[in-house]
């Protein structure tokens, strides 16, 4: 079974520039994740999709970031404008649902913004 | 928000000790997830608790869901040097709604096994 794919694995920009994360989950699974990661931290949630829809968006900074999963399927998460404190690692997870669901974590992209 | 506290921040061992680590809440959790990051990434779940006071083994880990289910702790008998990663504990509250699926990490225990 192929695991979480993310693109690119490294990136860097300069502030105010845009971004773009891509990730494909794991075929059938419903519920995609996208993760931000700081240096020397745990990952931290920034939104949750069921199918095509958000069930939870409430610690996305949504004056910068944004994310679509159109299709139910693949997804993309946006920073525009970039500023420093965005570098990070953004994880994308996903999980086929349920009470007892594992969420399977993609390798992750790599973010500098100088 | 939830904050899950850590404990503790890093580790510097011999191959063949014993590690334990663990992880207090200020609120309760239904599950109990610990995770192994190594560089480059993503986090890979170890052992998943799912009832308070159960005690899970895999392979040379076990963990435990405490029973005020604000703590959870993970050992690791006889490291060897692949045991080296950042290990991450996780909440979930699976009560429902916008709180469904959604993990809590601590900040992670950087292990260093010397051979």
């Known amino acids: 079974e192929a695991g979480v794919a993310q693109s690119p694995r490294y990136k860097i920009i300069e502030k105010r520039q845009s971004v773009a994360f891509w990730c494909n989950p794991i075929?059938?699974?419903?519920?995609l994740y996208w993760y931000q990661q700081i240096l020397g931290q745990g990952p931290k949630l920034l939104i949750q999709?069921?199918?095509?829809?958000?069930?939870?968006d409430s610690q996305l900074p949504k004056d910068r970031f944004s994310a679509e999963r159109l299709k139910g399927v693949d997804s993309t998460l946006k920073i525009q404008p970039a500023k420093l404190e965005d570098s990070a690692v953004y994880l994308c997870a996903s999980s086929s649902g349920g009470r007892q669901e594992t969420q399977y974590f993609g390798p992750g992209t790599r973010l500098l913004v100088l | 928000g939830q904050q899950l506290n850590q404990s503790p921040q890093s580790m510097f061992i011999q191959e063949g000790e014993d590690v334990s680590m663990n992880c207090t809440s200020s609120?309760?959790?239904?599950?109990w997830l610990w995770y192994k990051q190594d560089p480059g990434e993503g986090p890979v779940l170890l052992i998943a608790?799912?009832?308070?006071?159960e005690l899970t083994s895999n392979g040379r880990l076990t963990a435990q869901f405490g029973i005020t289910r604000k703590d959870s702790f993970l050992n690791i008998s006889a490291s060897i040097p692949s045991d080296v990663g950042i290990y991450f504990c996780a909440g979930q509250l699976n009560a429902g709604g916008t709180s469904y699926g959604k993990l809590t990490f601590g900040q992670g225990t950087i292990l260093t096994v010397h051979p």
């Open positions: 075929s059938g699974h419903a519920t």
């Open positions: 999709f069921q199918n095509n829809g958000v069930v939870d």
């Open positions: 609120s309760i959790f239904n599950t």
């Open positions: 608790l799912y009832k308070a006071g």
